[in-house]
């Protein structure tokens, strides 16, 4: 299975990103699709995840109220909607498979995402 993140970019604080995640080699409902992201220095954190059913979302605290998941089965993608963007949300962001997800949940715990986007870099200016 390969993903490709793209759609990242620089924007200036209080603007919105759509970032797409488009999957080959298999269908985005038949595993549990997720967001993670890194800062500089730092280990990946969760931040959003939608299930294999496709009608539950997970959303981190850190961008509850301003990112949304969801997919498009037609094109096979996954996108992670961020709006009011802070400077906070600087980071290089990656789309996720995990292959053994459950169907009406989502893990938020990376070790459980077998496969793994590339990265795009997200920087939000003040």
């Known amino acids: 299975v390969q993903l490709q993140a793209y759609g990242g970019g620089l924007v200036q604080a209080g603007a919105c990103l759509r970032l797409s995640c488009a999957a080959s080699g298999r269908t985005v409902s038949s595993v549990v699709m997720g967001w993670f992201r890194q800062f500089p220095g730092k280990e990946r954190e969760f931040v959003a995840a939608?299930?294999?059913?496709?009608?539950?979302?997970d959303i981190a605290d850190s961008v509850k109220g301003r990112f949304t998941i969801s997919r498009d089965t037609a094109k096979n993608t996954v996108i992670l909607q961020m709006n009011s963007l802070k400077p906070e949300d600087t980071a290089i962001y990656y789309c996720?498979?995990?292959?053994?997800?459950?169907?009406?949940?989502?893990?938020?715990?990376?070790?459980?995402?077998?496969?793994w986007g590339q990265g795009t870099k997200v920087t939000v200016s003040s």
């Open positions: 996720a498979g995990d292959r053994n997800g459950a169907y009406y949940s989502a893990s938020r715990r990376e070790e459980d995402y077998d496969y």
């Open positions: 939608i299930t294999r059913s496709g009608t539950n979302s």
